[in-house]
């Protein structure tokens, strides 16, 4: 009968808390620490994703801080790029050109054409002669320049105005081993290019982290949480601060779920609810490693955007920098 009572209970919150978008009755804006506008793959509403032309118009637009995804070749490159696998669930999802808000979509072989592999069982020069981007709507390939990472690292060296780097990794837990190549690049170009940027190394999966961890244990990581599909009656069951706590880790990020998260973003500002409180209270506990950040990514309705400022959070990724860069004036958030 009491687990009865206590299901009801949580019935009735979710359900009184689905028709309010943001009820904040007195703001917690984090105006002492710095706040990260994150331009998500650069700013892919303009230009094609994590190419130097994308971050370059996410820093007109005024971020002090740029994510992007990076795969590893068989011939050992690292090179910008999101989809390790183009026949996964989302790399087919974004081929169809569903994927909302960004201008371009990629463009892989086709089927049976031998090069529609997993980025680490091509060359470099395989992926760049046949991988692209379409602009939606357009047929021809933009042409646009894959980066490697040295390339990219090597544009970052002048740019003072980037505090912080997100590389999400998006090596897998079965090929985990990658993650050195990429980590070993990293150490070796950020000594040759002098870099004072911060670099935060994201992964969703825990066999990666401990591989990277081992090696590299004084690099800032974050082990990345996504709400799962369905009604999630109690939001802090996915609290990140929790999963960062847990690994130790400085940084914690949380994915806005999409529409298979039923109420997915009234779900969503509840766990960030929860955990700006968690994460204060952590903080105040000495023996703990102190969580700089509590980012949300991606965050593209500026209405979403004001409300979790008033809640308390760090920064947010976003494929709209410029809006979150207004915002932050807005509200006087610390970006420097």
Request: charge should be positive; hydrophobic fraction near 40%; aromatic fraction near 10%.
């Amino acid at each position: 009968m009491a687990s009865l009572k206590r299901k009801l209970v949580k019935y009735r919150i979710w359900i009184r808390e689905l028709f309010r978008f943001c009820p904040i009755s007195q703001s917690k804006i984090d105006r002492e620490n710095l706040f990260l506008v994150c331009g998500h793959r650069g700013s892919p509403v303009n230009e094609p994703e994590n190419t130097i032309p994308s971050f370059e118009r996410a820093l007109r637009e005024g971020v002090n801080s740029l994510e992007t995804d990076l795969c590893v070749t068989k011939d050992k490159k690292v090179i910008l790029w999101h989809d390790w696998n183009p026949d996964d669930l989302v790399a087919i999802i974004r081929e169809k050109g569903i994927e909302p808000d960004v201008a371009y979509k990629p463009d892989f072989p086709a089927p049976f054409s031998g090069l529609r592999n997993k980025t680490s069982e091509l060359t470099l020069d395989e992926i760049r002669n046949h991988f692209n981007y379409v602009k939606k709507g357009e047929s021809e390939p933009d042409n646009a320049h894959i980066p490697t990472f040295r390339e990219f690292l090597e544009w970052l060296k002048d740019k003072t105005q980037i505090k912080y780097i997100f590389l999400d990794i998006k090596v897998p837990k079965d090929e985990k081993e990658l993650i050195l190549v990429i980590l070993d690049q990293l150490e070796l170009y950020t000594k040759e290019f002098s870099l004072k940027t911060n670099f935060i190394v994201e992964t969703f999966f825990p066999e990666v982290l401990d591989i990277a961890k081992r090696k590299y244990p004084n690099l800032i990581y974050s082990l990345d949480v996504e709400i799962p599909p369905g009604f999630i009656f109690m939001p802090r069951i996915h609290s990140t601060i929790k999963v960062a706590a847990k690994n130790k880790n400085n940084v914690a990020i949380i994915m806005r779920p999409r529409q298979i998260t039923i109420a997915n973003w009234m779900t969503f500002r509840r766990v960030i609810w929860y955990d700006v409180r968690r994460k204060l209270r952590l903080n105040k506990k000495q023996s703990l490693p102190k969580i700089d950040f509590l980012i949300g990514c991606t965050i593209n309705n500026k209405r979403e955007m004001e409300c979790l400022i008033k809640s308390g959070i760090n920064g947010m990724q976003t494929d709209y920098p410029r809006r979150l860069t207004n915002l932050a004036k807005i509200y006087k958030l610390k970006k420097e």
